[in-house]
C-alpha cells in the first residue's frame, strides 16, 4: 500500500464526513443507495456486529469499507469505495484483509459488486456464487 495512508475504525464523529463519502461515491456508483448522517451515527453505535474502516491518506478519506456480522460465521461486506486516484494501491485489499482480522470464526465473507468488478473480486480469493438481479420501478408503475 502507499506511504502515508492509514487505517482505522470509524467512530461517531465520522459520521459527516462518512455521509458526503458515500454521495461522492454515489455520482460513481449510482446503483447504492447514500446513507444519511443520521444513519451512520446508528451504524456506528451498534457495536462490534458492524464495523466501518476508514482509509485516509495524510488526513484525506480516501476510502471506506462497510462490513457486519450477520450469522455466526458469516460476514457481509456492504460496502468497498476508494477514491479513483487511490485504486490500484491495494487499498481496497488492506481494508478487507483488516475487517477479516476483526473478528473471530468467520466461516465466509460475502458482497454485492457489479460485473466490472468482478475480476477484482476473484483476484482477492471471492468467487462468484450467483447473479443478482434488480429490477427498478418508476412511481405509480406496478
Given at each position: 500500500?502507499?506511504?502515508?495512508?492509514?487505517?482505522?475504525?470509524?467512530?461517531?464523529?465520522?459520521?459527516?464526513?462518512?455521509?458526503?463519502?458515500?454521495?461522492?461515491?454515489?455520482?460513481?456508483m449510482?446503483w447504492?443507495?447514500?446513507?444519511?448522517?443520521?444513519?451512520?451515527?446508528?451504524?456506528?453505535?451498534?457495536?462490534?456486529?458492524?464495523?466501518?474502516?476508514?482509509?485516509?491518506?495524510?488526513?484525506?478519506?480516501?476510502?471506506?469499507?462497510?462490513?457486519?456480522?450477520?450469522?455466526?460465521?458469516?460476514?457481509?461486506?456492504?460496502?468497498?469505495?476508494?477514491?479513483?486516484?487511490?485504486?490500484?494501491?491495494?487499498?481496497?485489499?488492506?481494508?478487507?484483509?483488516?475487517?477479516?482480522?476483526?473478528?473471530?470464526?468467520?466461516?465466509?465473507?460475502?458482497?454485492?459488486?457489479?460485473?466490472?468488478?468482478?475480476?477484482?473480486?476473484?483476484?482477492?480469493?471471492?468467487?462468484?456464487?450467483?447473479?443478482?438481479?434488480?429490477?427498478?420501478?418508476?412511481?405509480?408503475?406496478?
Amino acid at each position: 500500500m502507499t506511504n502515508n495512508i492509514s487505517l482505522s475504525f470509524a467512530v461517531q464523529k465520522d459520521a459527516v464526513a462518512l455521509n458526503l463519502f458515500d454521495r461522492e461515491a454515489h455520482k460513481q456508483m449510482k446503483w447504492w443507495g447514500i446513507r444519511s448522517k443520521s444513519e451512520y451515527q446508528k451504524l456506528l453505535t451498534k457495536g462490534t456486529r458492524h464495523r466501518v474502516i476508514l482509509a485516509r491518506h495524510k488526513s484525506r478519506l480516501i476510502g471506506y469499507l462497510y462490513a457486519r456480522m450477520k450469522k455466526k460465521g458469516r460476514l457481509w461486506i456492504e460496502d468497498v469505495y476508494v477514491l479513483p486516484d487511490y485504486r490500484k494501491r491495494r487499498v481496497a485489499k488492506t481494508m478487507l484483509t483488516k475487517s477479516l482480522s476483526i473478528w473471530k470464526d468467520i466461516q465466509s465473507a460475502s458482497l454485492l459488486t457489479p460485473n466490472k468488478n468482478i475480476k477484482i473480486f476473484n483476484k482477492m480469493g471471492f468467487k462468484r456464487v450467483m447473479n443478482y438481479m434488480s429490477l427498478t420501478l418508476k412511481k405509480g408503475q406496478k
